[in-house]
């Protein structure tokens, strides 16, 4: 079953993130600020992060170049979720180093076929 950690300050969207990662098979890890999302990563290594953009204190942009600068963490692919959406901001979050990105509001299809792309690419498997 792959792990996934997502960091995301915004209780319904991590109720909604997680209820979708459960019930599609996926063990899932959870933070509510980057920091805590950085150590949980180093320390469980999932498959898989998912990232908030806009969190409290340090940004998952910033999370993000730093979880890429490790070598504990560099190797894990980080999919950004966002409601920044306009032109530029895919650029912005994959210069990041982000591996790819989930608008907000979520729809459930494209964020499960996101998230089951992400980890065939990394040969990660589901349940």
């Known amino acids: ?44 290594q999932p498959e898989l992060i998912l990232m908030d953009i806009q969190l409290p204190g340090m940004d998952g942009l910033q999370a993000t170049a730093l979880l890429k600068r490790d070598n504990a963490t560099r190797a894990i692919p980080v999919i950004a979720l966002t409601a920044l959406a306009m032109k530029g901001d895919e650029a912005r979050i994959r210069a990041a180093g982000c591996d790819g990105y989930i608008a907000k509001p979520l729809d459930y299809k494209e964020f499960l076929a996101t998230i089951s792309a992400q980890l065939a690419k990394k040969g990660a498997a589901v349940g």
């Not at 909604?16 to 990563?41: H, K, N, W």
């Open 1 to 44: 079953m792959a792990k996934v950690l997502i960091v995301e300050d915004n209780p319904a969207n991590m109720t909604l993130a997680v209820f979708l990662l459960q019930s599609a098979g996926y063990s899932v890890l959870s933070a509510t600020d980057a920091e805590a999302g950085l150590t949980l990563a180093r320390d469980e």
